[in-house]
């Protein structure tokens, strides 16, 4: 199948890597404001995910940016890897003239519930929560996570959206149809409430001055926050010890030891993207 994959960061070159090596065509795309700007197809280099080596085989040089953007139904799948702020930029840009027709899977994550992410973005896009991470630094990728992508049950019962999860299925994705009404925002707190304790106990942030975190605080307003999602309340009483020791063995743990590595040494505004859009814990 021909993938059209969008987006800037380490995910999107995972999902690119992982996609070509399962033998689909996959062109690559980043994006600066309102300009779509072709990256290169040839994959060189391997992806480690979960501690497996992914070799990525080569592929052909992408077409011209006027060529491959002239009509998106080039493309079997269009996957845009986005904040829901970046989509609103490209809905203003020029890139959206070519892209209002197609019918495009966003990944992404939200601070909020279902319906406010769908006041925010277009009709033609479907939201899907991917489960996994990725990291990329100094040359090196490695993501951590499976091919699970977790979207709302109504669409299952769309008939616009049925053959894009029929192709997405087709591609290699696990589907998990489920309610999704506090489902982003449920996994958005989780991530802030993770990223905040690893920051303390890291003791490296790009600001020189912090709020101070409580973790007891953190751990009521979390549980508050994913009540409605049973799988992700049940290990909360584990989650600062299990933190902690991710922390402390990082370096024994593969790819999620460093991305995690990575992430408090070096992407101080991811973390703080997280942390500022949902405190949990101040």
Aim: charged letters at 20%; glycine letters at 6%.
């Amino acid at each position: 199948m021909k993938v059209g994959v969008v987006g800037t960061g380490a995910l999107a070159l995972f999902y690119a890597h992982w996609l070509a090596s399962l033998g689909h065509h996959v062109v690559v795309y980043s994006y600066h404001e309102d300009l779509a700007t072709p990256v290169s197809c040839v994959f060189t280099c391997d992806l480690e995910v979960d501690g497996s080596v992914i070799r990525c085989p080569s592929k052909a040089q992408p077409p011209t940016l006027a060529s491959s953007w002239c009509d998106p139904r080039d493309f079997d799948v269009l996957i845009l890897i986005s904040t829901v702020q970046r989509v609103q930029k490209i809905v203003r840009s020029e890139l959206w003239s070519v892209l209002a027709d197609a019918d495009i899977v966003l990944l992404t994550s939200w601070h909020d519930t279902y319906s406010q992410l769908r006041d925010q973005i277009p009709s033609n896009i479907l939201p899907a929560y991917p489960v996994a991470a990725s990291e990329e630094w100094a040359g090196h990728l490695a993501a951590v996570g499976t091919a699970v992508l977790e979207y709302d049950w109504s669409h299952s019962l769309d008939a616009r959206w049925v053959a894009m999860l029929g192709r997405l299925h087709e591609l290699g994705f696990r589907l998990q149809p489920m309610s999704m009404r506090s489902r982003f925002r449920a996994r958005f707190s989780t991530t802030s409430f993770s990223y905040a304790y690893i920051r303390t106990l890291s003791g490296h942030s790009s600001r020189a001055t912090l709020p101070e975190f409580n973790l007891m605080k953190g751990l009521d307003q979390l549980r508050s926050l994913v009540s409605a999602e049973p799988d992700l309340s049940a290990g909360l009483d584990c989650l600062p010890l299990d933190l902690e020791r991710l922390w402390m063995q990082r370096a024994g743990l593969g790819s999620i030891g460093w991305i995690v590595s990575v992430l408090m040494l070096a992407k101080h505004a991811k973390v703080d993207y997280f942390i500022d859009r949902l405190p949990v814990g101040f």
